[in-house]
C-alpha cells in the first residue's frame, strides 16, 4: 500500500493564479480531509469528506473548493491564490467506522508571490 | 471559543529520562484525544488514542493521560532517546481539531 500521496510536493504560484493540490489514498478510505499548517498555528481543517459525493468545510475553507468523486481522490481547489495561501497542505484518511486514526500524506509547500 | 494549548517552548531532556508533554484544552468535551508525532518535512504519524473513559493508555515506553475534570492530557516517553526528538501534536474530535505541538529534543 502505498498509503495517502500527494502532488505535487513543492509549488511556487503567482497571485490571482488557481491550481489543484491532487491527494489520493489507496487504503479505501471514507474519511478524506485536507489541512493547512502555519507556524504558530497548528493544523487547521479546511475541507473534509465522509465518502465520495459528501462534502464539507471545516474551520477555514474561504478560497478552497473540494470534490469527492470517488474514493480514492480528494483533490483541493484553489480558485485564485492569494499570499494568505503560503502554507503547507496535509490530505489525511481514515476508516469512518472502525478507527479514527488518521493516515496523513507527506504534504505538498505551496508559496504564493 | 474551542482552545487547545501545547507548551510552545521545546522541550530539551537528557536521554533515558522520561519526557513529558501536556495538552489543556478549554470549551470542549472531547470523547477522546490522539497524539501524534510529527518529524521536520513529513506528515504526522498516529501514536495513541485515548477515550474520555479511559484514565491511561500505554504502548511500548509511550503512556498517555487524560482528565476530563482538569482537561489535560499528559503524554510521557519513558527511556527517551535521541531518535524520539520531533514536533507532538494533541488533537480533539473526530474532525480533529490540532494543538501547535511541542518540540521535543533528546540529546545524549
Known amino acids: 500500500n502505498a498509503g495517502v500521496t500527494q502532488t505535487p510536493k513543492f509549488q511556487v504560484l503567482k497571485t490571482g493564479q488557481s491550481m489543484t493540490l491532487q491527494c489520493a489514498q489507496d487504503m479505501n478510505h471514507e474519511y478524506m480531509s485536507w489541512y493547512r499548517q502555519d507556524p504558530g498555528m497548528g493544523l487547521r481543517l479546511i475541507h473534509y469528506s465522509v465518502g465520495a459525493g459528501i462534502t464539507d468545510q471545516g474551520e477555514v475553507p474561504n478560497g478552497y473548493n473540494v470534490s469527492r468523486s470517488t474514493t480514492e481522490d480528494f483533490p483541493l481547489r484553489l480558485l485564485s491564490a492569494a499570499p494568505s495561501q503560503t502554507s503547507v497542505y496535509f490530505c489525511a484518511s481514515r476508516d469512518l467506522f472502525s478507527s479514527y486514526e488518521q493516515y496523513f500524506g507527506p504534504g505538498t509547500r505551496l508559496t504564493v508571490t | ?108
Open chain 2, 1 to 108: 471559543s474551542q482552545k487547545i494549548e501545547q507548551n510552545s517552548e521545546a522541550l530539551n531532556i537528557q536521554e533515558g529520562k522520561t519526557a513529558t508533554l501536556t495538552c489543556n484544552y478549554t470549551n470542549y468535551s472531547p470523547a477522546y484525544l490522539q497524539w501524534y508525532r510529527q518529524d521536520p518535512g513529513r506528515g504526522p504519524v498516529f501514536l495513541l488514542l485515548i477515550r474520555e473513559n479511559e484514565k491511561e493508555k500505554r504502548k511500548e515506553r509511550l503512556k498517555v493521560t487524560f482528565d476530563t475534570t482538569l482537561k489535560q492530557s499528559l503524554f510521557h516517553i519513558t527511556a527517551s532517546q535521541p531518535a524520539d526528538s520531533a514536533t507532538y501534536l494533541c488533537a480533539l474530535h473526530d474532525k480533529l481539531i490540532f494543538g501547535t505541538g511541542t518540540r521535543l529534543q533528546v540529546f545524549p
